[in-house]
């Protein structure tokens, strides 16, 4: 079982490297509130410039990826569940998602979150 457990997260790590192009409506940050036992996610909008580099519609400028440029979210979603937070993301909103790609990402970050959120570890975004 440990031998199989190693080969998908070995499959796994190995497509996080893989190029997607971004969402040019926005990205999210999705986090685990302990406290509250929810899955959370920020939704901040962006667009693409001609280098493919997500942009702040404000300043116009790259966002950098290490979270040095704080920025307010423009919306929140909240979940206890993966399937709750994306019913609310997809079906009872005008969904900000523009990309099958983006989706389908997103629903596996919720499933990491609410996994290791009912197993007490600590949930980093990929």
Do not use: W
């Not at 423009?74 to 969904?95: D, N, P, Y």
Request: some cysteine; proline content about 5%.
């Amino acid at each position: 079982m440990n031998q199989m457990l190693a080969g998908i997260t070995a499959i796994d790590q190995e497509l996080s490297k893989r190029f997607i192009d971004l969402d040019p409506s926005g990205y999210f940050v999705v986090f685990v509130d302990v406290n509250e036992k929810l899955i959370c996610a920020k939704y901040y909008t962006n667009f693409i410039d001609e280098q493919g580099l997500a942009c702040d519609p404000e300043t116009g400028k790259p966002i950098p990826c290490d979270g040095s440029v704080s920025r307010l979210p423009t919306r929140l979603f909240s979940g206890r569940t993966a399937k709750e937070i994306c019913v609310q993301i997809f079906e009872q909103t005008t969904c900000p998602v523009t990309q099958f790609d983006h989706a389908s990402y997103l629903g596996r970050e919720f499933q990491r979150a609410e996994a290791a959120m009912l197993m007490g570890q600590e949930y980093v975004q990929d």
